[in-house]
C-alpha cells in the first residue's frame, strides 16, 4: 500500500495537486461568446448610423470654438428678470409635484392589478401590463403635444402629459415592489380570512413603503428636469423662459433660468436622500 492509499484510508484529506488548484470551471462559456457577437454588432450599428447620418465633421469642427463662446455669454448672468424667472420656476415647480401625486396614487391602484400576487388573476396582470407598457414606449414629450392638442396651451398639458409617462413609470415600478413582498406574509393572511383589498392596504403597501418613497424621489426630480425641456414645447414653467431667452440671444436670462434649474434638480436629489435614510 502506498502513501496516498494509507491516506485515504485513514481519513486524511488529499491534497489537490497543483494542476487541480489551478482549474477554474467555467460555467457561462454562451454569455461569454455573446458579448464579442454584442460588440461587433454595436460597432456595425455605429458604423452604419454615421453613414447614414453622413457627419460634416470638418464644419462640426470648426463650430467647436463657437460652444465655449456661448457657454462664456451664459456665464454672464442677468438677473434684471428675475421675477420673470422665479415665476417660471415655480410653475414648473409645481407642474413636477402635481404630476407626481396625481401619478403615485394611479401608479398604486395599477400596480396593485398589474401585480400578480394580489389578485392571483394572470390575464388581469398581463392586461395591466401589456398596455402599460404601450403608454411607456411612448416618450413623454409625445403625450405632451397630444395634450396640448386637447387642452390647449399651458400648465394643463404639461400635467397631463407628465402623469401618462409618469403613471406607467409607476405602475412597472410598484408591481415589481408589491411582488417582492413574501408570499408567506400573505398567504398567512388568506388563511385568516382577510379580503384582497384588506391584504393589500394593510400588509402589502406598508412592507413597500420605502420602496414607493425611494420610486417617488427619483421621478420627481426625472419629472422637474423634464418640465424644463417640455417648456420649450408650450408647456408652460420655466423651459418656456429659456428658450425664448436663447432665441433672443438673451444669454445672461438664459444663464440665471438654467443655474436656477440646476440648483433645484440637486436639492431635490437631496431632499430624497435624506428621506431615503429614514425609511432604511
Not at 16 to 39: D, G, H, M, W, Y
Not at 146 to 155: Q, R
Not at 173 to 192: G, H
Amino acid at each position: 500500500m502506498n502513501a496516498e492509499m494509507v491516506k485515504y484510508a485513514s481519513g486524511a484529506a488529499v491534497r489537490p495537486s497543483r494542476s487541480e488548484r489551478t482549474k477554474i470551471p467555467v460555467k457561462c462559456r454562451r454569455r461569454n461568446q455573446f458579448i464579442p457577437a454584442f460588440l461587433v454588432g454595436t460597432a456595425v450599428l455605429s458604423i452604419l448610423s454615421l453613414l447614414y447620418l453622413d457627419i460634416d465633421w470638418v464644419k462640426m469642427a470648426s463650430r467647436v470654438p463657437d460652444i465655449g463662446l456661448v457657454f462664456w455669454d451664459l456665464f454672464h448672468l442677468d438677473f434684471a428678470n428675475m421675477d420673470l424667472i422665479l415665476s417660471s420656476l415655480v410653475e414648473t415647480i409645481s407642474i413636477a409635484v402635481l404630476s407626481l401625486l396625481y401619478s403615485l396614487l394611479l401608479g398604486i391602484l395599477f400596480g396593485m392589478l398589474a401585480a400578480g400576487n394580489i389578485f392571483r388573476l394572470p390575464w388581469l396582470s398581463v392586461l395591466t401590463q401589456s398596455f402599460f407598457t404601450f403608454l411607456r414606449a411612448v416618450p413623454t414629450p409625445v403625450w405632451v403635444l397630444l395634450m396640448l392638442v386637447c387642452l390647449g396651451m399651458g400648465p394643463e398639458a404639461g400635467v397631463a402629459g407628465l402623469c401618462v409617462h409618469t403613471t406607467a413609470f409607476f405602475t412597472k415600478s410598484f408591481a415589481q415592489s408589491f411582488e417582492s413582498i413574501p408570499d408567506e406574509t400573505i398567504e398567512a393572511l388568506e388563511v385568516t380570512g382577510a379580503s384582497r383589498l384588506s391584504i393589500f392596504v394593510n400588509a402589502v403597501l406598508p412592507a413597500a413603503l420605502s420602496q414607493i418613497v425611494a420610486w417617488a424621489g427619483m421621478r420627481l426630480e426625472t419629472n422637474f428636469s423634464e418640465c424644463a425641456i417640455l417648456g420649450m414645447v408650450g408647456a408652460g414653467g420655466v423651459g418656456y423662459v429659456i428658450s425664448n431667452s436663447l432665441q433672443g440671444y438673451d444669454y445672461g436670462t438664459a444663464g440665471v433660468a438654467i443655474l436656477l434649474v440646476f440648483l433645484v434638480a440637486y436639492g431635490i436629489e437631496r431632499v430624497f436622500v435624506r428621506v431615503k435614510k429614514k425609511f432604511y
